[in-house]
């Protein structure tokens, strides 16, 4: 039996032993890594708090002048606010006009190209989108009358035109999962609703809302854990400028790493966003097992 | 209004607002090909302008051929990197799944549920220490160094789709082939393989895409631009004062070209894929 439990064993070894050469031991290395000064004193606290202090990562001066830019930690925060709300609505509404649609099939695919390029591509299509003289944005804004300027590259509209840019690119997986579990409502409750005299927006709150809720679980978490490691759209559409206004945590792990090499500074970013992370995906993790 | 009349408005209204959606979301690409597909002279006041409208494959060429970053080099990286980091992630998940779904093994809860978690890890959270183990191993700046990067960062979720899909096949027939005398791996290469066809075409066909979609990996481990992947050299195209849009336009179109085509021929394998994987 102690055989066969070895050989049985041969099926997932060589599996486990890569995940924890590459996987687990970095991990454990960068967490440790973040206890450490970049003049290699073991204190934490003074590290964190140093990394905390940098106005890359928390800009003082960015808040009293309430102008961009904020800092790479509040800047993630702005993102996930606009951006999560948004895809997962959008979404949603989009999955729900779509059931009865013609062609809805076309249309889904346009919309999930954004999920299938590459995230450079993403962030090269944004910068080319709201580019001042070739830009589809600026034509549409110039001829309404507002103001026309390459919007990637000012403080003020950088982050949101990758946070709109974003919102192009990921609504997608969110309507595409939601399709999938509209799908599987039975149609005998929306019968049994309207016979009852439920309105449109009634059955929307009360029957698909509501049904939809593990679906949203799983998108909100996904948006979520995307967004944090969103690093190419920054690269390629701003380079997280102009000024740092459009810096976000997971380009700043990258800027300390390998622009600066203090790998003590970066590891700290890098815990961070992976302590928000797990707290972010317990519930899916949950329900994995 | 009649209810029949309104019942028209309202299927007319819907219709013509999800397509009119369709086309907005659309409205990019139609810019990236009508940029990449003309002079650069005709564009510079919008790709909308349609007077002149003279069509020309220059802009995919100097792309190809480019003086520094020659994309048919590009892809060539991608694919060197993408095949490998495709089919050993498949093998060694696919088993290690089967492993997982079927055998008790000691620790086998406490390693899946780390498995798990790691689905979640940013990528952000390796990069230092495994710059550092191929740094010390005089991997950086290999092609190797993605191959295995993207080996390992595959394994995971590929493991966890490939143990919930071998979760719904009923084990009957591996019990029969079991009491007739055949082995672990052979009752897992005969039998349970053959039955994975499908779910292992959508996991080669995500991790395929992702390997070559993947920015971050190539951009930190691999630095000479004769060594580049075909994403990595979009960024060196653009040029650092002024962006020549009609030359990175069309480098775009073609790197997206391949994701998006494997997309189109195999979608159904991709969105059960990626449901599948996100889903259960």
């Known amino acids: 039996m102690r055989g066969q439990t070895l050989r ?19 991990a454990l290395d960068t967490l440790w890594m973040s206890l450490w000064t970049p003049a290699g004193e073991f204190d934490p606290v003074a590290n964190y708090s140093e990394v905390l202090g940098e106005r890359h990562i928390i800009n003082r001066r960015g808040f009293e002048a309430g102008r961009f830019p904020f800092g790479a930690l509040p800047h993630t925060f702005i993102w996930i606010g606009i951006h999560l709300p948004l895809t997962t609505f959008l979404g949603l509404l989009l999955a729900v006009l779509l059931q009865r649609v013609r ?50 590259a000012h403080p003020n509209s ?3 035109a990758l946070i709109f840019g974003a919102v192009w690119l990921w609504t997608g997986f969110s309507l595409v999962l939601y399709s999938s579990g509209l799908a599987t409502i039975p149609k005998d409750f929306y019968e049994a609703a309207r016979i009852d005299g439920a309105n449109a927006v009634q059955i929307f709150f009360k029957i698909t809302f509501p049904l939809l809720k593990p ?54 970013v890098a815990v961070l966003l992976f302590v928000i992370t797990v707290f972010v995906a317990i519930p899916l993790v949950r329900r994995a097992r | ?28 690409f139609i810019g990236l090909v009508m940029t990449s597909a003309r002079p650069f002279a005709e564009v510079i006041g919008g790709w909308w302008n349609l007077e002149p409208f003279s069509p020309t494959f220059a802009n995919y060429i100097e792309a190809w051929n480019h003086r520094d970053a020659p994309l048919s080099l590009g892809m060539m990286n991608s694919l060197i990197v993408g095949v490998p980091a495709t089919l050993m992630p498949m093998l060694l998940g696919a088993i290690a799944a089967y492993g997982f779904a079927r055998f008790s093994l000691p620790l086998k809860n406490y390693l899946f549920v780390t498995i798990v978690l790691l689905m979640a890890l940013p990528p952000q959270m390796i990069a230092i220490p495994v710059f550092q183990i191929y740094q010390s191993a ?28 071998l979760s719904t096949v009923p084990e009957d027939i591996e019990e029969a082939a079991r009491v007739d005398g055949a082995s672990d791996l052979t009752v897992f290469l005969r039998i349970v393989l053959p039955v994975t066809v499908p779910a292992l075409v959508s996991v080669g066909v995500l991790q395929f895409m992702w390997v070559w979609s993947d920015f971050f990996f190539p951009l930190i ?49 991709y969105i059960r894929g990626m449901v599948g994987w996100t889903l259960r």
């Open chain 1, 8 to 26: 049985r064993s041969l099926f997932i070894i060589p599996a486990v032993a890569l995940i924890f050469a590459f996987a687990v031991y970095p």
């Open chain 1, 103 to 152: 062609g809805s099939g076309i249309i889904k695919s346009i919309i999930f190209l954004g999920m299938v390029i590459p995230m450079v591509v993403g962030g090269l299509v944004i910068r080319f989108m709201f580019d001042g003289d070739l830009g589809v944005v600026n034509q549409l804004f110039g001829a309404l009358g507002m103001q026309t300027r390459t919007w990637t």
């Open chain 1, 158 to 160: 950088a982050l949101l």
């Open chain 1, 215 to 268: 679906i949203t679980v799983v998108v909100v978490v996904m948006t979520v854990i995307w967004d944090l490691k969103m690093f190419d759209l920054v690269y390629a559409a701003t380079m997280g400028g102009p000024g740092g206004s459009s810096n976000i945590l997971a380009f700043q792990m990258w800027r300390y790493a390998f622009q600066q090499f203090n790998f003590n500074h970066a590891a700290v």
């Open chain 2, 1 to 28: 209004m009649s209810p029949r009349r309104k019942r028209v408005l309202h299927t007319v209204f819907t219709h013509a607002l999800a397509w009119g959606i369709g086309l907005l979301w659309l409205i990019p």
């Open chain 2, 138 to 165: 005089g991997l950086l700046n290999t092609l190797y160094s993605l191959i295995i990067i993207h080996t390992v960062w595959g394994l995971p979720w590929i493991i966890f789709f490939m143990r919930n899909f």
């Open chain 2, 221 to 269: 481990f691999v630095f000479d631009a004769d060594k580049a992947v075909a994403v990595r050299q979009l960024p060196m195209l653009r040029g650092v004062y002024l962006v020549d849009w009609g030359l990175l336009t069309a480098a775009t179109v073609m790197v997206m070209g391949v994701p998006v085509m494997l997309f189109a021929l195999l979608q159904r394998y």
